[in-house]
């Protein structure tokens, strides 16, 4: 290197000397302390100026409210809710001290000793509402009685700090009592209930001052999570939640002094009466409103937002078509029944729900005979068995995934299964070999024919075939609940638990070619302060169109000349599947035509306080309430008037799949039938007869060389008597018997 390029390299190595010099002389540590002090100098006062700005409001006008209003779909008055506020103040020395301190305990142990404020509670707070997610986040009690007295609910941070500012000056201006009396007279308790003289009322049925220290930790404890810990609307894990915090309650009281151990250990968990609705909510209304609130919770507007008022929810209810269905129980089945003094004609209960498949709207339910005698929807119950309801979507499961039978057939309508009753299923590791209805015993027959008469036998080994885990996954993805869902072959008789609700969705989603419905009631719900935009009711394609629409052709069959015949008509396409639970606890018939999708269901519920399932065997003094009798009929009644007499659509059906069929050398016998082919005729072919394609019970003459002529399905011994069991002419009445029911212990 040259003299000159040294020269030239020292002067590059001075500039960057200067430079780094340059950075470190501008972020030395008393230059980085001294900012540091001057922002918070700063911070500290713009709080100055906030605290001095900023003053204790005038309350919020509570008597002032507004209501919310419900309406219909075409904007028409359902109801209006909350026009005043179910609250009378009571002092704080009326309230049992050891009540007082179960608030304490539950929310705020510090509260006496504190300042009012949880400046770290606070700081957690705000990150969570800049991080969008919502008014979460420790508060003292005093915090929480400001944002309820004086503030509003909103989860912003101007709101935030005004609470902080509010707290710290009426802490300072207030006693501890007083803050904590106004506290537990202005929270909201669920049940409709604010203030503690309300709650008391309304989950206990005594005054406030007669709550005893077990009730007033359920009461704290509910105030965290009103509609999610009220025990007689409780989720399993609500439930468990809600024990939990009192039992955290109780023991906090114990660690504060405030409570013996030895009384502690005494005490069991007050489960709450049942609730009683309020005024306005009678009839189907409050079983409607409350469906929508429940939506709307999930939707992030809470109960507090709701009782704030000021709601506009329009539903997407049809008046017309909400009315149909009302007056389609009463004559079907109200009717019939003697609820005083019949002892099972008392335990009936009916539910419903109707969708546009096309849309998701929820445009008409039924939730039980009036919201103010039976508190527990009917419509989105999930304690029931959806029975076999759920055996067309075993076999869409098998469409889905291509599944083959135990011979390598490809599974389709024309495919052919062993209906031998208490035949052991092949191919399974846990053992099942179900009782077809009335043990009747079919020999060969094809997956029509199966679904037609409900052959337990046949799906049993179907969803065998297929595999229960993937069964399972096509039955999510349609929209069934995983609710007591084991993966068994048992749960081709459908035993786990769904609601009408959940089954409208399925079976609108197999109405929809296969793309997700998933029901919503919620049109619009608009405030002043903001608008919810309704859920999605249409997802993706959650099975494919080829899948569906095989379904779909399948369940004509069961409404043309199955079990499901008491909605045939000419005056809608209809496809549809009857369904009766073990022992008869529950009878449901799910059907859908091109526009319309609807549930019907019955349950056995008993009277009694807390009331178990019952068997509806002899409801109406009519025998077995099969889903082929009650259920069918209100649904074609319904159908019927909702389509205004009728629809000349007609289902768009692409691409069915046929299947395959091995025709065995010799048919499946038991020593109680003959050696034919099928043991049960019928006066027709099991798919319905509009055309060609649509009689899927009669295979090519290449699969079988013993296959009768093209006019005669091979499901009808021509020696044997036209109607079988469920097929007739009486099929689906009150009284028949009806190949859908699970035998007892399925």
């Not at 068995?385 to 599944?403: C, D, R």
């Not at 053992?431 to 037609?452: C, I, L, R």
Request: proline share 7%; charged share 20%; aromatic share 6%.
């Amino acid at each position: 290197m040259g003299r000159a390029d040294a020269r030239r390299a020292q002067r590059r190595g001075a500039r960057r000397a200067a430079k780094s010099g340059g950075i470190r002389r501008l972020f030395t540590w008393k230059k980085m302390l001294g900012a540091f002090f001057g922002l918070c100098l700063l911070i500290m006062g713009a709080f100055v100026a906030l605290y001095m700005y900023v003053d204790i409001p005038k309350a919020n006008a509570l008597a002032e409210r507004q209501s919310n209003v419900y309406q219909y779909s075409d904007g028409t008055l359902l109801t209006r809710t909350g026009n005043g506020v179910n609250r009378q103040i009571v002092d704080l020395a009326e309230v049992p001290l050891k009540v007082q301190h179960t608030f304490v305990a539950a929310e705020n142990k510090s509260f006496y000793d504190d300042k009012g404020v949880d400046l770290k509670g606070t700081a957690r707070g705000l990150l969570n509402t800049l991080s969008g997610k919502g008014k979460q986040g420790g508060s003292t009690i005093t915090q929480q009685y400001v944002k309820n007295y004086y503030l509003t609910q909103d989860p912003t941070i101007s709101r935030k700090l005004k609470e902080l500012v509010i707290s710290l000056k009426v802490d300072s201006k207030k006693s501890k009592e007083y803050i904590l009396a106004g506290y537990i007279n202005t929270a909201y308790y669920g049940r409709g209930a604010s203030g503690i003289q309300a709650a008391a009322q309304a989950y206990y049925g005594v005054d406030a001052k007669d709550l005893d220290v077990s009730q007033g930790a359920y009461l704290a404890s509910v105030l965290q999570a009103p509609s999610q810990y009220d025990w007689q609307s409780a989720t399993p894990t609500g439930k468990k939640l809600v024990e939990e915090r009192w039992g955290y309650t109780l023991d906090n009281m114990v660690e504060m002094h405030w409570l013996d151990k030895a009384e502690r250990d005494k005490l069991t968990f007050p489960k709450p009466h049942k609730p009683k609705p309020a005024k306005g909510m009678e009839g189907q209304t409050g079983y409607l409103v409350e469906a929508a609130n429940k939506e709307l919770e999930k939707q992030g507007v809470t109960a507090e937002m709701r009782q704030a008022g000021g709601w506009t929810i329009r539903l997407n209810i049809d008046k017309k078509r909400q009315k149909e269905l009302e007056a389609s129980v009463d004559r079907q089945l109200e009717s019939k029944l003697d609820r005083k003094d019949n002892k099972v004609d008392a335990t009936v209960q009916a539910g419903a729900t109707s969708v546009n498949p096309k849309t998701g709207a929820v445009v008409a339910m039924y939730g039980g005979v009036d919201y103010t005698k039976h508190y527990i929807s009917n419509a989105t119950r999930q304690d029931y068995q959806p029975a076999s309801t759920f055996k067309p979507l075993v076999l869409a499961s098998a469409l889905e995934n291509e599944a083959k039978t135990q011979d390598g057939d490809l599974i389709g309508v024309n495919t052919r299964y062993d209906g031998t009753s208490k035949r052991p299923v092949v191919g399974s590791s846990t053992p099942f070999a179900p009782e077809n209805e009335d043990n009747q015993s079919y020999g060969s027959v094809t997956v029509q024919k199966a679904m037609n008469a409900s052959i337990n036998s046949v799906f049993a080994q179907m969803v065998v075939d297929v595999g229960p885990p993937a069964v399972k996954k096509t039955a999510l993805a349609l929209g069934v609940p995983d609710k007591n869902f084991p993966e068994r072959p048992a749960i081709t008789l459908g035993t786990m638990n769904a609601s009408t609700w959940d089954m409208a969705g399925a079976y609108a989603t197999l109405d929809n070619h296969g793309k997700k419905v998933t029901p919503f009631i919620v049109k619009s719900a608009e405030h002043r302060e903001r608008t919810v935009e309704p859920a999605k009711g249409v997802g993706s394609q959650v099975i494919s169109r080829k899948s569906a629409d095989t379904v779909t052709s399948v369940l004509t069959g069961v409404v043309d000349s199955g079990s499901g015949k008491a909605a045939n008509t000419s005056a809608y396409e209809a496809a549809g599947k009857t369904g009766t639970s073990e022992n008869n606890k529950s009878a449901w018939f799910a059907a859908y035509t091109p526009e319309l999708t609807t549930v019907v269901a019955l349950f056995g519920e008993s009277p009694k306080d807390g009331g178990g399932q019952v068997s509806l065997t002899g409801t109406a003094n009519s025998g077995r309430a099969n889903g082929g009798g009650f259920p069918a009929q209100i649904w074609a009644d319904y159908t019927l008037g909702a389509l205004n007499g009728g629809s000349s659509a007609q289902f768009d059906l692409e691409d069915v799949e046929r299947g395959q069929s091995t025709v065995p050398s010799s048919p499946s016998t038991t020593p109680s039938q003959s050696a034919s082919t099928d043991t049960t005729p019928s006066k027709s072919p099991d798919a319905p007869s509009k055309s060609a394609s649509q009689s899927p019970d009669v295979p090519p003459p290449s699969q079988s060389p013993d296959v009768p002529p093209p006019t005669q399905s091979p499901d009808v011994p021509p020696s044997q008597s036209p109607d079988p069991p469920g097929t007739g002419p009486d099929a689906g009445r009150p009284g028949q018997n009806s190949a859908d029911r699970n035998p007892p212990g399925q």
